[in-house]
């Protein structure tokens, strides 16, 4: 059985966690997380935070290449209007970046993230399979084996699971003893494919629903039953859920206040960054984050830089700021990844919208990050540069910046391990981190 805390309607449920005895030797360390002496098993307090586009965002209107003419003859009524003076909060344009590429307006709160040098877009990024089905290509990025199904796992999960390794057996079960509950979190219902596998791993719509019943006679009940039942794996498993559930009642969630004035929206998707915040200051051991947000499959009214998907890109840029402001200086050891399963078709179709392309854009965002550039080779919007002659061109694997980030940020070993098959990690690397 997969080991993670499975949390679901509103109701906290012990689904599995570590049900296997090499788990069990590596207990929690409440006391020792709480007093800030651990945050991570690496030593370096290190964090990443994944945040995933669900349904295919359109990478041609998010980072808006305004200096290509042939963008603005395949988008006659959905393109965003060159970066101008005349720009108003009712007409806006994009916003420039280096004279050739522009963020969507509704991006405005990552100007100052790359005025800051903190902000890396990447474009024409994106996975090498030709496949248009939302469900395979979102399974591909998260399993990290293009065109491969038979993946079981994904790939920060095989980061997890190889980490630290070592040829001294016991120096690596002294790290693996360290390791904190909450070494990788997931704030959605269930378990992404990005972290199914065999290291442990936390699932949960929010602390509170993680947290509700531990203040209640039920909460004491369920801690006497582990203490009095038999020692046996699911017994141990169990102990381990009690000791997640108090050491976040000690970090206390429900009095939390954002920092440097932060205002997260109150999206799920704003509520989420600002619980990762919590956690991340509460040095709980948190390693890796993960978060999700639909809305991105825009067919139709798709809009230029007012409508749909400017709506959804307002609420996805202030999220993700105020996450970078209320961090402060906890940002040295952050960095935030985004990504989309692929991108959209170059020309507009006939409802106002795109539909299923190839190639995307990322936002890659930390203190190391080799800002005030837009990462990548442009491939152009000329018909003969075109995938299939209708779609943004592929000029990045997507492999090329996971396996830089981990690599550089989190300290990752073993690559071939992580992202089996790939063999074009180092060399391929854009430079997107120092």
């Not at 290509?68 to 806006?92: D, G, H, L, N």
């Not at 095989?158 to 630290?164: F, M, N, Q, S, T």
């Amino acid at each position: 059985m997969n080991r993670r805390v499975f949390m679901k309607s509103g109701a906290m449920a012990l689904a599995t966690m570590g049900l296997n005895p090499s788990f069990l030797r590596r207990t929690v360390f409440a006391q020792d997380i709480l007093k800030g002496g651990l945050r991570s098993p690496t030593g370096k307090g290190k964090t990443l935070v994944v945040l995933f586009q669900r349904g295919a965002a359109d990478a041609l209107n998010i980072v808006v290449p305004h200096g290509e003419k042939a963008y603005y003859t395949m988008r006659p009524s959905i393109a965003v209007p060159r970066p101008s003076a005349m720009s108003t909060p009712t007409s806006p344009s994009a916003i420039d970046l280096d004279g050739f590429f522009g963020l969507h307006p509704s991006l405005s709160p990552f100007k100052a993230l790359w005025d800051d040098g903190i902000l890396a877009p990447v474009h024409a990024v994106g996975s090498p399979s030709n496949t248009r089905s939302h469900f395979d290509a979102q399974d591909y990025m998260e399993s990290g084996t293009p065109d491969n199904k038979g993946t079981r796992d994904g790939w920060l999960n095989r980061y997890l699971a190889v980490k630290g390794t070592c040829d001294e057996c016991h120096l690596h079960d002294a790290q693996n003893a360290k390791q904190s509950p909450f070494l990788a979190v997931s704030m959605t219902p269930q378990t992404p494919r990005i972290l199914e596998g065999g290291a442990p791993t936390v699932a949960m719509n929010s602390l509170d629903e993680f947290t509700i019943r531990t203040n209640n006679s039920q909460a004491d009940r369920i801690e006497a039953l582990y203490r009095t039942g038999n020692a046996d794996v699911i017994h141990a498993a169990g102990g381990e859920m009690f000791e997640a559930m108090k050491i976040l009642k000690t970090a206390n969630p429900q009095q939390y206040a954002a920092q440097n004035g932060a205002d997260y929206p109150r999206s799920p998707f704003g509520q989420h960054l600002r619980q990762i915040a919590q956690l991340i200051k509460a040095d709980v051991g948190l390693e890796v984050a993960f978060a999700d947000v639909g809305g991105w499959d825009t067919h139709v009214n798709q809009g230029g830089s007012t409508g749909q998907l400017a709506n959804r890109l307002d609420d996805f840029s202030k999220s993700i700021a105020a996450l970078v402001k209320d961090l402060g200086n906890r940002m040295a050891d952050v960095t935030i990844l985004t990504m989309s399963e692929f991108g959209r078709t170059a020309h507009q179709n006939g409802n106002g919208g795109t539909d299923h392309g190839h190639a995307t854009s990322m936002f890659v965002i930390g203190a190391d990050v080799k800002g005030k550039k837009v990462h990548g080779k442009w491939p152009g919007l000329a018909p003969e540069q075109l995938n299939e002659g209708r779609d943004l061109a592929l000029t990045t694997d997507f492999r090329s910046v996971f396996s830089e980030v981990a690599f550089k940020h989190l300290g990752a070993a073993k690559m071939d391990a992580v992202f089996p098959g790939y063999t074009g990690a180092e060399k391929n690397w854009l430079g997107v981190l120092g």
